[in-house]
Nanobody
Framework: VQLQASGGGLVQAGGSLRLSCAVS????????MGWFQQAPGKERKFVAG????????RYADSVKGRFTVSRDNAKNTIYLQMNDLKPEDTGLYYC??????????????????WGQGTQVTVSS
């Protein structure tokens, strides 16, 4: 399986970005997917995830109400709509596939396939 993330960029605080992650897999719809952030000098952390069903989502407390995760199983793609961006949202954003099918895990160790990361930089 291959994951290709895109959509990052430089934006001012309060702005918006939409990240996409295209997944090459015949079984894409069978697995939850997640987005993780790695800020400079910090460990990678869970941001948002979407279950096998579009309506099943989970967010880190820091992004609730600002970010929206979604998936299009017909296009093998997941999205992360990021609104009201803050400087602390700066980092590399990775999409990943979870091997835990029955829930949306926040533990990166339970994800078995990762994209290459796309850089998000929010200026104050």
């Amino acid at each position: 399986v291959q994951l290709q993330a895109s959509g990052g960029g430089l934006v001012q605080a309060g702005g918006s970005l939409r990240l996409s992650c295209a997944v090459s897999s015949r079984t894409f719809s069978s697995y939850p997917m997640g987005w993780f952030q790695q800020a400079p000098g910090k460990e990678r952390k869970f941001v948002a995830g979407v279950g096998r069903n579009q309506g099943d989502t989970r967010y880190a407390d820091s992004v609730k109400g600002r970010f929206t995760v979604s998936r299009d199983n017909a296009k093998n793609t997941i999205y992360l709509q990021m609104n009201d961006l803050k400087p602390e949202d700066t980092g590399l954003y990775y999409c990943a596939r979870s091997r835990v099918q029955w829930t949306i895990s926040t533990n990166g160790a339970t994800y078995d396939a990762w994209g290459q990361g796309t850089q998000v930089t929010v200026s104050s």
